[in-house]
Each structure stands twice: as C-alpha cells, then as structure tokens.
C-alpha cells in the first residue's frame, strides 16, 4: 500500500482504497479486524491509515502461513 499524507480515511475512501464492498468495510470495522476511530460525534468515523497497513500486512501474514 502506497503512502500518501493522508492520517485518516472515511469509510467511502477505505472502500475505494481496498476495493471492497462497504458493507464488508463495516463488517471489518464490527468485528475489530480494521480499528476505526470516532472524531468529533459518533457519525464521522474514521479509519487511520495505520490500520489499513495493519490489515493488509496480517493478510499476507496469514496466506503466506507466518505469523503476524
């Protein structure tokens, strides 16, 4: 995943940033495989870059049979 200066993402960026459904974003978010944040009032979620690295880097963990 590429860097960019962005801190954080709403979840429509993180859709188009992992090129999922977002409903499957919230599903990650729900079960704590994607940590999310709430920024001034419970409506403006948002997911730190950090996590999506995060997430990213236990998938290929996980299909590559090492451990994260």
């Known amino acids: 995943m590429q860097s960019d200066d962005e ?3 709403t979840v429509d960026e993180t859709v188009a940033k992992l090129k ?3 409903s499957r974003v919230f599903a990650l978010i729900k079960s704590g495989a994607i940590e999310s ?5 419970p409506r ?3 997911i730190p870059r950090s996590a999506l690295v995060d997430y990213i880097e236990r998938l290929r963990a996980e299909q ?3 451990a994260a």
């Not at 944040?37 to 009032?41: A, E, K, R």
């Open 7 to 9: 801190l954080v993402y």
């Open 20 to 22: 999922i459904a977002k």
């Open 37 to 41: 944040i709430l920024i001034d009032g």
């Open 44 to 46: 403006t979620r948002r």
């Open 64 to 66: 590559n049979g090492s």
